[in-house]
């Protein structure tokens, strides 16, 4: 089931043709703590990320050694109770008994686009389903490296975040927020007077409230409009486009498309 690769000691995947860091058991952490912005450390939302590796039976390298030998495995079992998680064998025995000797190996993997990785310390070998696994603890921190511009997801429904900005003929009105990117944002109304706005009108002044999550500002491009009819009162949903959110705020809005999509997967 699972395959091997190896790292030269260069830090080079062979055929890769991409740069991999050689993973060091002393450089690991550090090099992670780079990847603030996108780390969790709540166990339950870590539990959570585990068991979607579980139900999606996605694949996981792990990283271990000096050289940076890797097994490439999939998760097994969650226990969140016991703070343990179980996975597989990887094809080589030998591999299998060094990383059984390693106190520090990268996982590395891909959940619904979302790069993650986390870092855990040695395994024990372990019985599933009668089958060779290992046992990790959970990790205590785990990085979900958001990259997908265009990944949506959806805000709250009953009680929505609010959008407020200024039509173009300087009127301030309020918008319910549907969902949002790190590009961009689409919003809802039922003001019959924005059923004049169309793609390629700018919404100037907006601020996003997210209440306790914070709020932001930027300026919007209309890239889409549709009209719905509930109860005969019309529904107008607009796509718009961010044209002035600040490069310091990206991270900020990354950690709340990443806490809402979380939200969304324990419910």
């Known amino acids: 089931m699972t395959t091997t690769n190896r790292v030269s000691e260069t830090g080079v995947e062979a055929g890769s043709g991409v740069g991999v860091e050689t993973y060091r058991p002393s450089t690991l952490t550090a090099s992670l703590a780079a990847l603030e912005d996108f780390r969790i450390s709540n166990p339950k939302e870590i539990a959570n990320v585990l068991r979607k590796f579980v139900r999606q039976m996605d694949f996981l390298n792990v990283a271990f050694g000096r050289y940076g030998e890797r097994i490439v495995t999939r998760i097994l079992a969650v226990d969140e109770r016991a ?124 601020t996003f409230d997210y209440r306790d999550l914070g709020a932001m500002q930027s300026e919007l491009r209309i890239t889409f409009v549709h009209n719905s009819q509930t109860f005969n009162d019309p529904i107008y949903h607009f796509g718009c486009r961010f044209l002035t959110l600040p490069k310091a705020k990206e991270a900020s809005l990354q950690r709340l498309i990443t806490f809402l999509e979380l939200s969304r997967n324990r419910r």
Do not use: W
């Open 83 to 206: 703070g343990t998680f179980l996975y597989d064998y990887g094809a080589s025995e030998a591999e299998n008994l060094r990383l059984q000797e390693s106190d520090e190996n990268l996982f590395s993997g891909m959940q619904s686009g979302v790069h993650i990785q986390f870092v855990c310390g040695r395994p024990q070998p372990h019985l599933h389903d009668g089958l060779p696994a290992f046992k990790s603890q959970l990790p205590k921190n785990l990085y979900r490296i958001q990259r997908r511009e265009h990944f949506r997801v959806e805000t709250p429904i009953a009680n929505p975040y609010i959008c407020t900005a200024t039509l173009p003929d300087k009127r301030r009105i309020s918008f319910d927020i549907v969902d949002l990117s790190l590009t961009g944002i689409r919003l809802r109304s039922t003001d019959a007077s924005t059923g004049e706005l169309a793609i390629g009108m700018a919404l100037t002044d907006a």
